[in-house]
């Protein structure tokens, strides 16, 4: 696992294992999603996830190297690229300090499936397991989202490293 003391982004590799390693890590948050929003409770399943969202969110930034205090200690040039490279493939969690409020923000860009999951509840049962449906579908889209940014952005730093060093990819 990436930890904060990490001084590079991952590259070559390394950016498929990461990757592959946090799209498990959003299935089984996803998981845990849709457990609560099977929970017949209107509004647990969006305060949980945001804290889960927000949790998985930090720990794949840090998986890739990417978390904004990994990236605040790269070389000023690669500050800016990283941070360039994020806003264009438009990951906009990508290196930031991640807040509930900024995940917020995200969730409500999908608002509509998420009056959809909470309307659901109103029915019993069949409304629980669509509620419970369409949070996994949304977490994990989201989720993958953002791992697939991630790795979009290391591979970015990977060419402008291979750039300044002149030398082929490793």
Same mark, same amino acid.
């Given at each position: 696992?990436?930890?904060?003391?990490?001084?590079?982004?991952?590259?070559?590799?390394?950016?498929?294992?990461?990757? !592959? *390693?946090?799209?498990?890590?959003? $299935?089984?948050? /996803?998981?845990?999603? =849709?457990?609560?929003?099977?929970?017949? &409770?209107? %509004?647990?399943?969006?305060?949980?996830?945001?804290?889960?969202?927000?949790?998985?969110?930090?720990?794949?930034?840090?998986?890739?190297?990417?978390?904004?205090?990994?990236? !605040? *200690?790269?070389?000023?040039?690669? $500050?800016?690229? /990283?941070?360039?490279? =994020?806003?264009?493939?438009?990951?906009? &969690?990508? %290196?930031?300090?991640?807040?509930?409020?900024?995940?917020?923000?995200?969730?409500?860009?999908?608002?509509?499936?998420?009056?959809?999951?909470?309307?659901?509840?109103?029915?019993?049962?069949?409304?629980?397991?669509?509620?419970?449906?369409?949070?996994?579908?949304?977490?994990?889209?989201?989720?993958?989202?953002?791992?697939?940014?991630?790795?979009?952005?290391?591979?970015?730093?990977?060419?402008?490293?291979?750039?300044?060093?002149?030398?082929?990819?490793?």
């Amino acid at each position: 696992m990436a930890t904060d003391s990490k001084l590079e982004p991952v590259s070559g590799a390394e950016i498929e294992v990461a990757r !592959e *390693r946090c799209r498990e890590m959003v $299935r089984k948050r /996803a998981l845990v999603s =849709a457990g609560v929003a099977a929970v017949p &409770l209107p %509004g647990i399943d969006i305060v949980s996830d945001l804290t889960t969202f927000t949790v998985l969110v930090e720990e794949v930034n840090k998986e890739f190297g990417l978390s904004q205090q990994q990236i !605040e *200690r790269l070389h000023p040039r690669m $500050r800016v690229l /990283a941070y360039q490279a =994020a806003a264009s493939v438009g990951g906009m &969690l990508v %290196g930031k300090l991640v807040t509930r409020t900024l995940v917020l923000q995200l969730f409500k860009k999908a608002g509509i499936k998420i009056a959809a999951k909470t309307v659901t509840k109103v029915v019993p049962i069949a409304g629980q397991v669509a509620s419970a449906a369409i949070g996994f579908a949304l977490f994990r889209k989201m989720g993958y989202q953002h791992v697939d940014a991630c790795a979009k952005v290391a591979r970015e730093l990977q060419k402008a490293r291979v750039i300044d060093m002149g030398t082929a990819p490793v």
